[in-house]
């Protein structure tokens, strides 16, 4: 019955699939953050957003290497390392709180282009966020992203993927959960058409090719150019992801210190 439950809306179904029961971690406001400085001895106008999954700690994108892999690549941005963990989620508190806690201040910083760069549950934020508050991000970078159930990819797969796809209406009697991964699945259906419709920033996505996602995965890659998507063999963990960080970065259009 437990299992159930945690199978009927997206939160809990995220901790049923990651296998780590059904508790979260208390909400704070502000959100916990840390700020990794860009290399670059001048000041620069682009801020990365990081999001770590459900159950991850932000420190972990340093022990990883994310960071390190950054400032190797002399790119002048600097990152914010967000603790947006599962909470957040099942609260439903996800996009006020990205906005009033890191979004706002970094535009009222001076910072001109703010991208969002998310592992698992983080990639799914970076969507929801985009869904919900259109033309305040740069670009988004969905490492594994978590979609939603299997029911909806499964719909569109049968369809004949995104660009054929009919969604079905908004429903009164669906969770608020279900009707987010509806709606977001419906904002990525926009990437299907060259060039995208509407007020959508640019979509990268890297995934394992074994991934318990992986279905979702392909469908959404389907719909975006070829040099935005990377693979790779494995599943949905860390020496994946640092993988297909690697071979992301090269291709984001970001700036890079002067000589």
């Known amino acids: 019955m437990r299992l159930t439950r945690c199978l009927a809306v997206f939160a809990l179904a995220a901790c049923a699939l990651m296998a780590a029961g059904c508790?979260?971690?208390?909400?704070?406001?502000?959100?916990?953050?840390?700020?990794?400085?860009?290399?670059?001895?001048?000041?620069?106008?682009?801020?990365?957003?990081?999001?770590?999954?459900?159950?991850?700690?932000?420190?972990?994108?340093?022990?990883?290497?994310?960071?390190d892999a950054v400032r190797k690549r002399r790119l002048a941005v600097d990152l914010l390392r967000v603790d947006a963990h599962l909470g957040y989620y099942s609260e439903e508190v996800i996009i006020d709180r990205?906005?009033?806690?890191?979004?706002?201040?970094?535009?009222?910083?001076?910072?001109?282009?703010?991208?969002?760069?998310?592992?698992?549950?983080?990639?799914?934020?970076?969507?929801?966020?985009?869904?919900?508050?259109?033309?305040?991000?740069?670009?988004?970078?969905?490492?594994?992203?978590?979609?939603?159930?299997?029911?909806?990819?499964?719909?569109?797969?049968?369809?004949?993927?995104?660009?054929?796809?009919?969604a079905q209406p908004l429903l009164p009697e669906m969770s608020p959960f279900e009707k987010r991964e509806l709606r977001v699945w419906r904002w990525l259906q926009a990437y299907s058409a060259d060039p995208p419709l509407g007020d959508h920033p640019p979509l990268w996505l890297g995934y394992g090719m074994d991934d318990r996602f992986a279905f979702s995965h392909r469908l959404l890659a389907a719909a975006l150019p070829a040099d935005h998507v990377a693979t790779t063999e494995g599943e949905h963990d860390w020496p994946e992801w640092m993988r297909l960080w690697r071979s992301l970065l090269p291709r984001l259009p970001l700036p890079r210190c002067p000589s």
């Open 23 to 67: 508790a979260s971690r208390k909400t704070v406001a502000p959100m916990a953050m840390q700020r990794d400085a860009s290399a670059c001895p001048a000041q620069t106008d682009t801020l990365l957003v990081l999001l770590p999954g459900a159950y991850s700690d932000p420190e972990e994108f340093v022990k990883e290497g994310f960071i």
């Open 98 to 166: 990205l906005r009033a806690d890191v979004i706002a201040p970094a535009q009222a910083r001076g910072y001109r282009a703010i991208w969002i760069a998310g592992i698992s549950l983080g990639g799914y934020g970076g969507m929801v966020y985009a869904e919900e508050r259109p033309g305040e991000l740069a670009g988004i970078v969905a490492i594994a992203p978590y979609l939603g159930e299997r029911l909806i990819a499964t719909g569109i797969d049968n369809a004949g993927g995104l660009a054929r796809w009919r």
